[in-house]
């Protein structure tokens, strides 16, 4: 009896041995995914594989990842994720200062042109109110 293929026709084939428990695991996967046949219930299992085993989150550039392995190899950090979220931290909390500090000086800075403006504008419309009278 013929069973359903994959979207892309199987082009190895691998002979592989397997424990009585080992394919006792399988059929019940098999069962579980409600899979055609043991050759779909083992791809199923190669592609969460790939899944897992895929690269997550961002590929580092060669400076940043040099700098965060130095900040482990200094103690900073316990491994690279712990790295990258010291520097994450770090920065947040440095923006959040920079925030506190420099916004004021921005917003008085934006109403000082604000009102340059305006009165630059009123001054031209009181001067064309004149050259029209």
């Known amino acids: 009896m013929r069973t359903a293929r994959a979207h892309a026709p199987a082009t190895h084939f691998l002979g592989v041995r397997l424990t009585s428990e080992e394919e006792s695991l399988l059929e019940r996967f098999q069962t579980h995914r409600n899979l055609a046949n043991r050759s779909e219930?083992?791809?199923?299992?190669?592609?969460?594989?790939?899944?897992?085993?895929?690269?997550?989150?961002?590929?580092?550039?060669?400076?940043?990842?040099?700098?965060?392995?130095?900040?482990?190899?200094?103690g900073y950090a316990r491994d690279i994720e712990s790295a990258v979220a010291l520097a994450v931290t770090l920065g947040i909390r440095?923006?959040?200062?920079?925030?506190?500090?420099?916004?004021?000086?921005l917003r008085d800075r934006a109403r000082s042109a604000h009102?340059?403006?305006?009165?630059?504008?009123?001054?031209?419309r009181e001067g064309r109110g004149l050259l029209r009278r």
Do not use: K, N, W, Y
Request: proline share 5%; net charge negative; glycine share 6%.
């Open 41 to 74: 219930a083992i791809r199923e299992l190669v592609r969460q594989g790939a899944e897992e085993s895929a690269p997550s989150g961002v590929e580092l550039p060669a400076t940043l990842r040099a700098e965060l392995e130095e900040m482990v190899e200094d």
């Open 115 to 124: 009102e340059r403006r305006e009165g630059r504008r009123r001054a031209a």
């Open 94 to 105: 440095e923006l959040a200062l920079t925030h506190a500090e420099h916004v004021p000086a």
